[in-house]
């Protein structure tokens, strides 16, 4: 997982549109700290459809929230977006995005992600879903560049790709024998320890 509280709403917000600018280079992203009107970003949806487009509304918890708190945040946060959302859909907006860090459960029917999407679609009535903080790790996985641009989301196996990976030939393989040799030890170390307790 990625270090996403480590951000400020703002910083979240960049982080968020720098992702949805590489899944869809066509994107308009706002100002963060603006009224907005219930847009972080917005893509139009083609010639196909002309002055129809996609709303993407950013919503930031700082705390880590229990899966009962998250799921209510998050309806919470829907609530507090539905008539701007349904303006923008009298204006042409035909897909609804929900993206926040909060994370969601997956238990059929019943579990937060399914809850929350049924209350999108019930309440807005077009297409609508929720990206959750898996959503969002599973985006920023391999974006090498955003992760650099947005270091306070690197984790400790980020830091160790990166310690290794920033050097090439002899000095590369150098480092990632002096990292494997110490991981190696800590780990003989670790097991000594556990061992000794269950004594």
């Known amino acids: 997982?990625?270090?996403?509280?480590?951000?400020?709403?703002?910083?979240?917000?960049?982080?968020?549109?720098?992702?949805?600018?590489?899944?869809?280079?066509?994107?308009?992203?706002?100002?963060?700290?603006?009224?907005?009107?219930?847009?972080d970003a917005m893509r139009f949806v083609g010639d196909?459809?002309?002055?129809?487009?996609?709303?993407?509304?950013?919503k930031y918890s700082r705390n880590s929230l229990s899966a009962d708190d998250a799921r209510r945040w998050v309806l919470d946060a829907i609530e507090g977006e539905v008539e701007k959302a349904k303006g923008l859909i009298k204006r042409g907006a035909t897909n609804y995005i929900l993206i926040t860090n909060v994370s969601?459960?997956?238990?059929?029917?019943?579990g937060s992600i399914d809850r929350v999407q049924s209350a999108l679609t019930s309440r807005l009535g077009v297409p609508a879903q929720c990206w959750w903080r898996d959503d969002i790790n599973r985006r920023l996985d391999g974006s090498w560049d955003l992760k650099l641009r947005y270091p306070e989301v690197l984790s400790g196996q980020d830091f160790l790709r990166l310690l290794v990976d920033s050097t090439k030939g002899v000095e590369q393989e150098r480092r990632r024998r002096?990292?494997?040799?110490f991981m190696s030890d800590q780990y003989q170390e670790d097991v000594e320890v556990k061992f000794k307790q269950v004594e």
């Open 1 to 39: 997982n990625h270090g996403l509280e480590n951000l400020s709403p703002d910083r979240f917000q960049q982080l968020c549109q720098a992702l949805l600018v590489k899944e869809y280079p066509g994107v308009t992203c706002f100002p963060v700290a603006q009224p907005d009107g219930g847009r």
């Open 48 to 58: 196909e459809q002309p002055g129809k487009f996609v709303v993407y509304q950013v």
């Open 104 to 110: 969601g459960t997956s238990h059929l029917d019943v």
């Open 178 to 181: 002096a990292i494997t040799a």
